[in-house]
């Protein structure tokens, strides 16, 4: 299974849509700048059949330390997450 890297997928929308290399790299930029201030700001972004990125709390909880198996309290955080949508699921099937 290969790795897509930012640059083959700038590729790939030039290839497509026929945009300058410039331009393709600024709108993958762009979308990810828009995605990032969204879940900043508590929304989600919904990207029909593609699948939506949400933003999540994480309730604090204890763990251990894994080396001394001392209790320690992990603090309640806000992280990403992705639901496929129904077209990119059948896609992957």
């Known amino acids: 299974m290969a790795k897509l890297m930012k640059s083959d ?12 290399k410039k ?3 600024a709108a993958v930029d762009a979308m990810g ?9 508590g929304d989600s972004v919904g990207l029909i059949g593609f699948g939506t990125f ?9 763990g251990r330390n894994p080396q001394t198996g001392e209790p320690l309290e992990i603090p309640a955080k806000t ?3 992705f639901k496929a949508g129904k077209k990119l699921r059948d896609a992957t099937a």
């Open 54 to 62: 949400e933003p999540k709390n994480r309730p604090a909880r204890t």
């Open 33 to 41: 700048a828009t995605i990032i201030e969204a879940l900043s700001n």
């Open 79 to 81: 992280v990403p997450v």
């Open 23 to 25: 331009d393709a790299n």
């Open 9 to 20: 997928v700038v590729n790939s929308i030039v290839e497509q849509t026929g945009l300058s």
